[in-house]
């Protein structure tokens, strides 16, 4: 590794709309220092101590970069010979393989995926020069993992810490219908501000999704203790003893809620998927799963909260959505009183069959479907009669 690369201290982590601000508050509580909020990417300072554990431990990072360089070109021409220039050797052995992933908006270039051909030539061509053997690309499985940047005639240059994106936790094997991405699902329950204290309903759990990263920060579990693969791990500069003294203290805070964190769905299907999924994840302890319909399920608990993610066309067929909302909002509002529901819909017109009033609404991304994110607060009666007798108390 170039003895420079961790100097300006700089990383980038990634992530999905509307978590930038939850992330940054995880990357805060890590140490991070000046953190910087920016479009699905938080910039920070730390050391290859915070880089290991921000991958072992943050919820709604995709991946975590590291800076290699920068610089500004005027054509193509220019942007291989100035990526030609980098002392790719520090990076890349021959003998490993390599991947590069971008994000181009730049009208310097014809098609978007030619920069990274332009940039892979230079890799190559450059230690092949020096060695005379050269690195392979491998797209599926790399060694080491490239991200590259450009924003009209300015490149940026990255080092993937993650390899693989963290939101593969590596519990999720299974396929079931429409299972959220686990970064998503844990900034949905960030979100609610849920500190993992009271318990935890999904009435329409699916595959497990939300349950598992409920359990996971109740226990205060760090989402990628079990992953024993990251991108930082290929590189030469290692530190196995670092990594393995991290996981360990990490293992030692996790603790037990004591609260209760309850899935159910109508499918069996997707209760068996869920069931592997949580086993997979070591939370079976943690988690209890259910063959129910919505409207058999009941309080756990005086004080909770329910998250869940109704199906919303789109994804997942339902010929009586608008039936299943409305039937949804009265479940709501005659079993869960005292409780809070966060419901996640893609669909506008299926959402306001709830009946419920909104108190806040948040804009998310499952995939590409714009969805809100709607919080009710769930009283005995109106919230206008509970107005009256906050008021009179
Ligand atoms: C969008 S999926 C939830 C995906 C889940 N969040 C995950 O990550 O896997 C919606 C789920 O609602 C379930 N569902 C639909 N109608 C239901 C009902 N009446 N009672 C309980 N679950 C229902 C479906 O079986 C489906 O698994």
């Known amino acids: 590794m170039n003895k420079n690369f961790y100097k300006s201290k700089k ?3 990634k992530t999905l709309y509307g978590l930038e601000n939850i992330l940054a508050r995880e990357l805060e509580k890590l140490g991070a220092e000046k953190i910087n909020i920016l479009n699905r990417a938080v910039e920070f300072e730390g ?3 915070l880089m290991y554990r921000a991958n072992i431990s943050l919820r709604t990072a995709l991946r975590i970069l ?3 360089t920068n610089f500004k070109f005027q054509n193509t021409k220019e942007f291989y010979t100035r990526a030609k220039k980098i002392d790719w050797l520090d990076y890349i052995k021959p003998n490993q393989t390599f991947a590069i992933d971008s994000v181009v908006n730049s009208k310097l270039f014809k098609h978007n995926k030619y920069p990274a051909l332009k940039l892979k030539d230079a890799i190559v061509d450059k230690i092949r020069d020096i060695t005379a053997k050269r690195p392979d690309v491998n797209t599926e499985n790399p060694d080491i993992k490239i991200h590259l940047h450009i924003q009209n005639n300015f490149a940026k240059i990255y080092l993937d810490s993650s390899g693989e994106s963290l939101h593969m936790r590596g519990y999720r094997l299974e396929g079931a219908a429409a299972p959220l991405n686990e970064a998503l699902a844990a900034g949905m329950i960030l979100l ?6 009271t318990d935890f309903i999904d009435p329409m759990c699916g595959s497990g999704t939300l349950v598992a990263e409920a359990a996971m920060i109740a226990k205060n579990l760090p989402p990628n203790l079990y992953r024993n693969h990251f991108g930082f791990m290929k590189w030469d500069d290692f530190d196995k003893e670092l990594f393995t003294k991290i996981k360990k203290e990490l293992s030692g805070k996790v603790r037990n809620p004591g609260i209760t964190i309850y899935g159910s769905d109508v499918s069996a299907k997707a209760i068996e998927v869920a069931r592997k999924n949580i086993a997979r994840a ?3 302890n943690d988690v209890i799963l259910e063959v129910k319909d919505f409207t058999e399920v009941n309080k756990t608990g005086e004080r909770g909260i329910i998250v869940t993610n109704p199906p919303y066309g789109t994804r997942i067929k339902n010929k009586n959505l608008i039936q299943l909302y409305k039937s949804f909002g009265d479940i709501l509002k005659k079993k869960f009183d005292g409780y809070e529901a966060w419901i996640l819909s893609g669909d506008k017109t299926a959402i306001k ?9 948040l804009t998310l991304y499952n995939g590409p479907i714009e969805c809100k994110f709607h919080k009710f607060e769930l009283y005995k009666g109106s919230r206008k009669t509970k107005n009256k007798i906050e008021s009179l108390s």
């Open 192 to 197: 609610t501000g849920w500190k993992g204290d």
């Open 47 to 49: 050391t290859k101590d």
């Open 11 to 13: 990383f980038v982590a």
């Open 66 to 68: 590291v800076p290699v």
């Open 282 to 284: 070591k939370l079976e």
């Open 353 to 361: 069959n709830i009946g419920l009033r909104t108190s806040k609404k």
